[in-house]
Each structure stands twice: as C-alpha cells, then as structure tokens.
C-alpha cells in the first residue's frame, strides 16, 4: 500500500532553517507529482508547493519564495528546504501524493506530518 512518511520538523528560532523530508513506498514514485502541505491551528490545510513527475515545481507564494521543493526519484524522496522560517510558518506540514504525474492533479494519500515550530 502506499506509504508516506515525513521527518526533519522541529523546532528553530526565526530566521533559521529546517529541511523536511518525506520517504515514500508502495507505489512507482517516478511517475506522481508530490507536494507540500502545512496546517496550522485553526487553519485549513494549504498546499506549500507542489513538484511534478518531471521535476516542474509550483509555489503558493511565488514572490516570496523562501521554500523550495525538490525530489529524488532513485530515493523515493521528495524534499521541502525552508529557510528565513517565520513564526508563521509554524504548521504540520504534510507529505502527498497527487493522482497524476502533473501538477494538475489533487493529493490522493497523505503522510502522517512532520512538526515544524519557529519562535520568534
């Protein structure tokens, strides 16, 4: 079955960076768009990046981008380095799985997240 699973949370001050990473199994990884996404308290879950099977990337927040996303397809691993981490940043940020090898496809299965806290 599929599996997803996160790790490289924790807790930075601001200004500091963290670098998630996101293992998955259970299916041809080379061949999905993955993507990033954080929940904080309160909010709704939003979508933080996204990358294709082909390794074309999307940002929610363009103009700003201080995350970049990147995947490894011979380590089953998509990546989300974070840097100038905000206090607002602070979430659950969760590992999926879209439907499709575009970024045209929606998340289908979810990793179990990864804590990021920043203080300020």
């Known amino acids: 079955q599929v599996q997803l699973v996160e790790s490289g949370g924790g807790l930075v001050q601001a200004g500091g960076s963290l670098r998630a990473s996101c293992t998955a199994s259970?299916?041809?990884?080379?061949?999905?768009?993955m993507g990033w996404y954080r929940q904080a308290p309160g909010k709704e879950r939003e979508l933080v990046a996204s990358i294709s099977s082909g390794g074309i990337t999307y940002y929610s927040n363009s103009r700003e981008r201080r995350f970049t996303i990147s995947r490894d397809n011979a380590k089953n691993s998509v990546y989300l380095q974070m840097n100038n981490l905000k206090p607002e940043d602070t979430a659950v940020y969760y590992c999926?799985?879209?439907?499709?090898?575009?970024?045209?496809?929606?998340?289908?299965?979810w990793g179990q997240g990864t804590q990021v806290t920043v203080s300020s």
């Open positions: 999926a799985r879209h439907r499709g090898p575009s970024l045209q496809t929606s998340p289908e299965y």
């Open positions: 259970g299916f041809a990884f080379g061949m999905y768009a």
